[in-house]
């Protein structure tokens, strides 16, 4: 495992560069809010795809092991679960916008 003391601030300074001027420009509380969910439905939208392509790597490499075949269908149920969560938390917001901006 990778040193966290030196993993979190360098990933700290990497989100200041890339997405804080992006975040810095926003008029209104919702267009800062539609800038940060921008950022984090592409950082959900990464951690998909590698849970996806992990979850693969496990059922290609578990070779008829039925641990490891076990091991590779949690990660499949915790995928698939991750993929829905990810999914809902944007129609969420969109419903929540709505609600904001409209009154109702």
Known sequence: ?????????????IF????LPNMASAQTIT????NLLSIVNVVVSAAVVIFWLVTGFLFLSAQG???????A????????VGTA????SGTAWLIIKN??????
């Open 1 to 13: 495992l990778p040193n966290i003391n030196l993993l979190l601030p360098l990933s700290l300074l």
């Open 16 to 19: 200041g560069i890339l997405f």
């Open 31 to 34: 267009a800062l809010a539609g």
């Open 65 to 71: 092991d039925p641990a490891k075949l076990t091991k």
């Open 73 to 80: 269908k949690q990660a499949l149920i915790y995928s698939i």
């Open 85 to 88: 969560v990810a999914f809902l």
């Open 99 to 104: 609600a904001i901006l409209t009154g109702a």
